[in-house]
């Protein structure tokens, strides 16, 4: 946490934070670790999106100094120890960077998971780091912030448990469940609007052919397998070529029907093109 935070020079050490959890967090574990050696100055300021800003300021040289020995923190090239941390936790250590630096979205939003960090190499060992569990960060450079981010779910969810968050992993783990579940919900509903348009354009073109044949030779002069089908899309405009297939006498499959109303068609070109074919004619 005082790794990532704000500030952390010699003189001086800013922790900032808008989350309850991390303040009481900061705030107990300076007190526990330096047995109350240590004088801080914490303040809360109202944000304009509602939020608080809860702020520790540690300036007695004395005391900084102490914080800094502690943990073997040079101020001038803030950078992660990485034997110190191997031979302790990882986890841990990566769970005190996203409690101080750290946001996860609404995964019902979006899969977003990042860490503001205080400078380019800061950043860059973070990201060696994540790369040791497997999970892949990128970088970027926002408003002067380097962001370290993740945007694949499944890696969010690695980095979650990674630092003792299964509860938050559980939960996105169910959120991404019922995100499937819709958006396959939703591809079969678009399917079979897609399907009944279809079916419902192609009854339409069929009953347009139909109508051409009859008004100018009469359905008596088709033979009766195609006069039979003809009948059936007069009589029901709604029903799909399985249906009509099944409803013939002997039933035949859809595939068959789809022949005949072929038939259909090309004999209504040929009367749309002034032709006399007797395709299909008795």
């Given at each position: 946490m005082l790794m990532f935070s704000r500030t952390l020079t010699a003189e001086h050490i800013c922790f900032q934070t808008e989350s309850t959890h991390s303040s009481a967090m900061f705030e107990k574990l300076i007190k526990s670790v330096f047995q109350g050696r240590i004088d801080f100055r914490r303040h809360e300021n109202e944000r304009k999106n509602g939020a608080v800003m809860f702020t520790y300021d540690i300036t007695n040289p004395e005391h900084t100094a102490e914080i800094l020995?502690?943990?073997?923190?040079?101020?001038?090239?803030?950078?992660?120890?990485?034997?110190?941390?191997?031979?302790?936790?990882?986890?841990?250590?990566?769970?005190?960077?996203?409690?101080?630096?750290?946001?996860v979205n609404d995964p019902s939003k979006e899969y977003h998971l990042e860490f503001v960090t205080p400078s380019e190499l800061i950043a860059a060992e973070l990201v060696m780091l994540l790369n040791d569990i497997e999970i892949t960060a990128k970088t970027a450079l926002r408003r002067g912030q380097y962001i370290v981010y993740i945007k694949d779910s499944e890696s969010i969810e690695d980095t979650l448990t990674f630092i003792g968050a299964q509860k938050c992993t559980l939960e996105m783990i169910n959120v991404k469940i019922y995100k499937d579940v819709r958006n396959k919900a939703n591809r079969i509903a678009n399917c079979d609007s897609a399907n009944i348009d279809k079916v419902v354009n192609a009854a339409m073109r069929q009953l347009?052919?139909?109508?051409?044949?009859?008004?100018?030779?009469?359905?008596?002069?088709?033979?009766?397998?195609?006069?039979?089908?003809?009948?059936?899309?007069?009589?029901n405009s709604d029903m799909s070529l399985k249906e009509i297939g099944e409803c013939l006498n002997p039933p035949i499959s859809r595939s068959g029907v789809n022949h005949r109303f072929k038939k259909l068609a090309k004999i209504a070109e040929e009367i749309r093109s002034g032709g006399n074919s007797e395709y299909g004619i008795k």
């Open positions: 020995k502690c943990y073997n923190i040079c101020p001038e090239r803030r950078s992660i120890d990485f034997e110190l941390i191997a031979n302790s936790s990882l986890g841990v250590f990566a769970g005190g960077v996203f409690l101080a630096c750290g946001s347009e052919d139909i109508k051409l044949i009859e008004s100018s030779i009469g359905l008596d002069s088709l033979t009766d397998e195609l006069r039979e089908v003809s009948e059936l899309r007069i009589e």
